[in-house]
């Protein structure tokens, strides 16, 4: 072994821990052949899929090769993140580096192991692994691939990515770089949409976590039901067609293992003599409202609430509630203040939420029903589910529409939202030690599910008789009670310090208007500018010292934040000082008016929260 | 009868009624290999005879024929507008390589495809002229001695070179195409420029 080898992996350990020890611990490779070129620099022969051995670079001038390769790429400056199909011996990399703007980020992705290790072996790759913001992909795992991007993407303030292609990379494994590009190129878009959801919908969410603060208080949390239901069989069931026919057999099984319900059809079920044990809900409208309509308390099923679901359904709901803490810091807030409640993932779908609640469970198996991702048939839901979308027909011709693979082994008809669902799905069933079961008869492929008649899934994984709803009601009733009191005041002085951030927006928004009308040519005005902003960084400073309060005002504010970050790419890319300046100044204007905007709606929505809360 | 001119001037062949055309053309070849003359053009009855399709031109009763005008031109100074000809088309292929194999670097497979076919169709028409060469040199006392084996060798080294081509082009090798193009051709070329600027110097005055 060279003596590049450990130096670059110590470099890779920086980068990423587990890679480098992963590489580290792999034998010599021997589909990767290295060989001298007349250059004096190595280049390598690697064995594709398809047994053929083609050349990673130039046999004679890998370098002069990757120069060529990346002049004739399209770095553009407005692009925040390049990411790099195929490493090889990096000579690509290094010259994509050596050319991209300062501070962008750079990915690299190589499918194979082993050329990452030959390449460790084989150059000093120090030039490429000490490149702040560069991030490094290897192997073949797809779910894994997809967390690793959307953990660069949450963690970034990456808004534009270019995919670039090292041909010869892409030689080795078509089949999983064109998988990947494809994600790629639609992951910026999807997040797009995601902070344009969360534009839109922002106020809305806040709105409705602060309202539940006190049903996320006095509900049970998730972490009651850790490993109950440890070795036992659950359903968890959808909305979908083939519910329809799941039916009668649900009914056999319903004092044998536990139900999780999607919202949508807990009315079907109830209707048909099924009691499911738990309802899931995660919508934020109001429209679920009546998915719940009319429920007797007796019936109603222990409800497993998102803490951003709406506010109105959570609190009309008559039965027992079991919520969760999430990313969204008011849910630690609350169990901060009353019990923990135990942290789950934020479904993107309410049988995601369902699903993960009956992971934290411990079932085993997780038998899915009428979770069919698809339209198999010509309607789009059971037969008498409370229709959460559409119209219930499948129409000749749907908006985003596209055809996944089935577990028939064809295609079905499916939409973009649903093609989402399933890779969702797809990442949770990976990270499940339990097996998953899928009966959708004709439903989209599930990837990692082991796909069987629901009658054959009864019969082999739902022997015994149990007593799940005793199960049930025995955690629920462990919830430890809440402490008003001490929780009205805690929201008192929460709402306090929310006020005071709200002023020193207000004077700090004051000052930067009067800073508008002076002149900085005119002396005196300098003077008169120079006193506002020690005023202006003041309270800006005393906002941002308060760290733990800040987090829970920022989802309201996510279009001003959007800005505040254009602008700060604006200000890096800005030629002249003066630009800078009037830049900086807009900045600021987003900041306090952003804080304003989001501490006065946080204050009139714990005014309701503190009208409602129990003496 | 027919009449037989070659480079303007009436030349003397006496022909049966029932020889063809061959007949006088074979005449006068033998004429100018004695003075060591080579035919650049024949036109028979106004027409170009094409070198390669010269038979059904030929085999035709010189009888009914009226004319044959046949061109010469010293060989030697022949052979140096061969050279002439060869040497800057040598420098079109090299910079044809290299453009293709930059195409290849910068993944333009469409543009690389059109020049690939280019530099073959360019090797064809090189060996036809190196080709050519040879028998107009035979007949040239003061030529220099062509380097035969050496070029043999030559043209085996291409013919693995284009092997290596077809190969890399099967197995989507794009690093080892732009090498062939860019590195194993471009050696060759460099012989064929060094052996025909040598002759050049060797014919030229």
């Known amino acids: 072994m060279s003596g590049y080898f450990a130096p670059n992996l110590r470099q890779l350990a920086f980068i990423d821990a587990e890679l480098a020890e992963r590489i580290g611990a792999l034998p010599p490779p021997t589909a990767v052949k290295i060989l001298p070129t007349r250059s004096g620099l190595p280049s390598a022969l690697a064995v594709c899929t398809d047994g053929a051995e083609v050349a990673l670079h130039s046999l004679h001038d890998p370098v002069k090769q990757a120069h060529r390769f990346i002049a004739g790429m399209e770095l553009r400056p407005d692009v925040d993140a390049f990411a790099m199909i195929g490493m090889g011996l990096g000579y690509h990399v290094q010259e994509l580096l050596r050319r991209v703007p300062a501070g962008r980020h750079v990915l690299v992705i190589e499918s194979r192991e082993d050329v990452l290790r030959a390449a460790l072996e084989s150059r000093d790759l120090g030039a490429i692994l000490g490149r702040p913001h560069l991030h490094i992909f290897a192997g073949t795992d797809y779910v894994g691939f997809l967390d690793w991007l959307k953990v660069f993407l949450n963690g970034s303030n990456v808004d534009s990515l270019s995919v670039l292609r090292h041909m010869e990379s892409y030689r080795l494994n078509p089949a999983f770089y064109g998988e990947i590009s494809l994600e790629m190129e639609k992951a910026t878009s999807r997040r797009q949409i995601e902070l344009s959801t969360l534009v839109t919908y922002g106020e809305e969410l806040e709105t409705n976590v602060i309202r539940n603060l006190p049903q996320i208080a006095s509900a049970a949390g998730v972490n009651r039901f850790t490993g109950a239901l440890k070795g036992r069989p659950a359903f968890l069931i959808g909305a979908g067609p083939s519910l329809t026919q799941a039916l009668p057999h649900l009914k056999r099984v319903q004092d044998r293992a536990v139900l999780v319900v999607a919202d949508t059809a807990t009315k079907l079920l109830l209707r048909e003599g099924i009691r499911p044990h738990a309802a899931a809900l995660l919508d934020m409208t109001d429209k679920t409202m009546k998915f719940f309509e009319n429920l007797d308390a007796a019936e109603a099923p222990a409800l497993v609430f998102d803490p951003d679901a709406c506010w109105k359904t959570v609190h009309a709901y008559p039965g027992p509630r079991i919520t969760f803490e999430s990313i969204v810091p008011w849910t630690t807030w609350a169990a901060l203040h009353s019990s923990p409640k135990g942290t789950m993932e934020k479904g993107i779908s309410v049988a995601h939420t369902g699903y993960q609640f009956l992971r934290e469970a411990g079932a085993d198996p997780l038998i899915l029903v009428g979770i069919d991702l698809g339209f198999p048939g010509d309607t789009t839901h059971a037969e008498g589910v409370v229709l959460g979308w559409g119209t219930g027909r499948v129409a000749p011709k749907m908006q985003n529409e596209v055809m996944l693979p089935s577990v028939t082994g064809g295609q079905i008809r499916s939409v973009v939202a649903f093609k989402t669902f399933v890779t969702v799905f797809e990442i949770l069933v990976s990270r499940t030690a339990a097996k998953v079961v899928n009966t959708s008869p004709g439903g989209a492929l599930i990837r990692g599910t082991e796909n069987l008649p629901i009658e054959q899934a009864i019969e082999r994984y739902v022997p015994a008789a149990e007593d799940p709803a005793g199960l049930m009601k025995a955690r629920l009733a462990e919830a430890p009670p809440v402490d008003w009191g001490r929780f009205r005041r805690e929201l008192d002085t929460l709402r306090g310090q929310i006020g005071a951030v709200g002023e020193l927006s207000r004077s700090a928004l004051r000052w930067l208007k009067q800073t508008e009308r002076l002149d900085p040519s005119n002396k005196v005005d300098r003077a008169e500018f120079a006193t506002h902003a020690r005023k202006i960084n003041k309270n800006r400073v005393q906002i941002l010292a308060q760290g733990a309060l800040l987090p829970l005002l920022q989802r309201v504010i996510s279009g001003e934040a959007l800005e505040v970050r254009r602008l700060g790419k604006e200000i890096r890319d800005a030629k002249d000082e003066e630009k800078r300046h009037r830049l900086e100044q807009q900045r600021m204007v987003y900041f306090f008016a952003a804080y304003l905007k989001a501490t006065e709606h946080a204050g009139r929505e714990l005014q309701h929260v503190l009208r409602e809360l129990p003496a | ?205």
């Open chain 2, 1 to 205: 009868m027919m009449e037989v001119l070659v480079d303007g001037a009436a030349f003397p062949v006496t022909l049966r009624p029932e020889d063809p055309v061959q007949a006088a053309v074979d005449a006068v070849r033998i004429a100018m290999l004695a003075r060591r003359r080579a035919i650049t053009s024949i036109v028979l009855d106004g027409t170009v005879v094409p070198a390669q399709e010269e038979k059904p031109f030929f085999e035709v009763p010189a009888a009914s024929r009226k004319k044959l005008e046949i061109a010469t031109e010293d060989p030697a100074r022949l052979a140096i507008n061969v050279v002439r000809q060869l040497q800057p088309f040598l420098d079109q292929l090299q910079t044809a390589h290299t453009h293709a194999a930059e195409c290849l670097h910068r993944g333009k497979m469409k543009e690389f495809q059109e020049l690939l076919m280019g530099c073959v169709q360019g090797w064809d028409l090189l060996i036809g002229g190196v080709r050519n060469l040879g028998p107009l040199l035979s007949t040239v006392p003061s030529a220099p001695k062509l380097p035969v084996e050496e070029m043999k060798a030559n043209v085996a080294i291409l013919a693995r070179a284009v092997a290596g081509l077809k190969s890399s082009i099967q197995t989507q090798d794009p690093s080892r195409l732009a090498d062939v193009m860019e590195y194993d051709l471009a050696e060759r070329l460099a012989f064929w420029k060094k052996t025909l600027a040598d002759l050049r110097s060797a014919l030229e005055p």
